[in-house]
């Protein structure tokens, strides 16, 4: 089983940048999808980004697109989540995510493995 470890949270201000990161165990990890998800407080978990095992695809959520970058060392079994020119409407749990097979998808039914989740809070 994969297990991940996110960092990189804090508070910022809007129309700042953060960089997260997620650590992975596991000598496979080359071999999988990866993919990032936020949780606000009462709402729903939604996708935010993800990653095919070679990097060479990557899916982002609107709201994001053009201002969060997904990338991925698979030397250093590590995925990143780039996130500028943020709002206060990106406040959120974000979580990493693994799934056991080279594709992305949007769909958090098809992730198996979570992190613990790191806190970003975007003050107005």
């Known amino acids: 089983q994969v297990q991940l470890v996110e960092s990189g949270g804090g508070l910022v201000q809007a129309g700042g940048s953060l960089r997260l990161s997620c650590a992975a165990s596991?000598?496979?990890?080359?071999?999988?999808?990866m993919g990032w998800f936020r949780q606000a407080p009462g709402k729903e978990r939604e996708f935010v980004a993800a990653i095919s095992s070679s990097g060479g695809t990557t899916y982002y959520r609107d709201s994001v697109k053009g201002r969060f970058t997904i990338s991925r060392d698979n030397a250093k079994n590590t995925v990143y989540l780039q996130m500028s020119s943020l709002k206060p409407e990106d406040t959120a749990v974000y979580y990493c995510?693994?799934?056991?097979?080279?594709?992305?998808?949007?769909?958090?039914?098809?992730?198996?493995?979570w992190g613990q989740g790191t806190q970003v809070t975007v003050s107005s």
């Open positions: 995510a693994v799934r056991l097979r080279p594709g992305p998808t949007t769909a958090r039914a098809d992730f198996g493995s």
């Open positions: 596991g000598r496979t990890f080359s071999s999988y999808a």
